[in-house]
């Protein structure tokens, strides 16, 4: 079931639900006892969907609201959340693992203009930054990690912004087959799925900066490897080489010995229309933004509207390129006349001399 705009349940009213069980009669929820509801009906539904049942009354929202309920949803969903150091960050949320799953979940759909380039930081902006980050094919887990990443010093902010999920010589292992032709490579694009939820852990704020589905899949010139890369596309300066950003996430798969997809590299960038790579000042204002902003709405909405989006990013980055290399042109013409008009008019000088 799609998750509505937010995810957390907003307490009705009514005291309680009526069930019709036949013609003669009709008997209340309240009649069924809280551990049966709990423990043989909620535990079987998703995020979105125990959100929506926590509306329906008053005693359902009390006993849908329980924070070990969400905190099992969390771990299924989000594997990488069952460590010790995230299992006790997010119970200081708001509302423990609710707050958690509801600032998570949605995809971000964010077209609010983020900071500028120039803009000063926070002064309270977090020491460091958490990724949690879980890799799906065909619904089942292939890798799950999470990495610490300090935001302080000098060489963070002012190197390109890059998170590295594995060392140069880390390979993981995986079932899945080698794509060996187009076709294959287009089922890899539909079958994989990916989760990077980046959490600030002063603030207690969270965000997922996956688009879920691949944006794309091509295959390395060179070595041959399959990069499949995942975008999330955001606002920035406008009439700037920022006015559009993209945070994207790629994932490069080599073939092992036995045709086994192999994972090589899982990393996060921030690149502008230019192509060029943000550094950590940047990129951490715009994140900060981005953890305070509205968050997407229908998932599967989100994902059409994540893809269209990059679409659109890449095509403003192809006009944006075209004007540049004309503006370029032009100003070659401009140089190469004013130089031929120098010399001919210093040869004037000397001739009629």
């Known amino acids: 079931m799609a998750p509505s705009s937010n995810t957390t349940p ?3 009213t009514l005291s309680s639900t009526r069930v019709t ?53 969390c ?28 600032d998570s979940f949605p ?63 880390d390979m993981v292992s995986t079932p899945i087959r080698f794509p060996d032709c187009e076709d294959a490579c287009l089922e890899l694009e539909k079958d994989l799925a990916l989760s990077w939820i980046m959490i600030e852990p002063t603030g207690r704020r969270a965000v997922n900066l996956s688009s879920h589905k691949a944006v794309s899949v091509q ?4 070595s041959g490897d399959i990069q499949v890369r995942f975008a999330t596309i955001l606002t920035g300066e406008r009439g700037s080489s920022s006015e559009f950003v993209q ?20 990393s996060l960038q921030v690149e502008n229309m230019d192509g ?8 951490l204002a715009i994140l900060g933004r981005v953890l305070e902003g509205k968050k997407g709405g229908k998932r599967r909405r989100a ?23 004309r503006t370029e042109g032009t100003l070659d013409t401009l140089c190469m006349a004013f130089g031929v008009l120098v010399f001919s008019s210093f040869w004037m000088f000397i001739l009629c001399r």
Not at 248 to 263: A, D, F, M, N, P
Not at 276 to 282: A, F
């Open 219 to 222: 295959r390395h010139w060179l």
């Open 21 to 73: 069980v036949d013609e003669g009669g009709a008997t209340t929820i309240s009649s069924i006892h809280p551990d049966i509801i709990q423990t043989h009906l909620l535990t079987r539904l998703d995020g979105p969907t125990l959100a929506s049942v926590a509306c329906t009354s008053s005693q359902l929202y009390t006993l849908c609201t329980q924070d070990m309920l969400w905190t099992n949803i």
């Open 303 to 325: 994902e059409e509207e994540g893809r269209k989006r990059y679409q659109d990013y890449l095509e403003r980055k192809r006009v944006r390129k075209a004007r540049k290399l």
């Open 247 to 266: 945070y994207g996430i790629v994932v490069t798969c080599g073939e092992s010995e036995g045709g086994e997809v192999q994972l090589r590299e899982v």
């Open 10 to 12: 907003t307490p009705p």
């Open 107 to 169: 995809l971000l759909t964010n077209s609010d203009p983020t900071p500028t380039a120039d803009s000063p930081l926070n002064p309270d902006s977090p020491p460091e930054l958490i990724s949690a980050v879980d890799l799906y094919y065909k619904g089942k887990l292939v890798f799950c990690k999470v990495i610490e990443t300090e935001t302080v010093s000098g060489w963070f902010r002012c190197s390109p912004f890059r998170l590295d999920l594995l060392d140069p010589k």
């Open 75 to 102: 771990h299924s969903t989000w594997p990488s959340t069952n460590t010790p150091r995230l299992l006790h960050l997010i119970s200081t949320f708001g509302n423990g693992s609710r707050s958690f799953f509801t």
């Open 276 to 283: 060029k790579h943000l550094n950590g000042k940047d990129s």
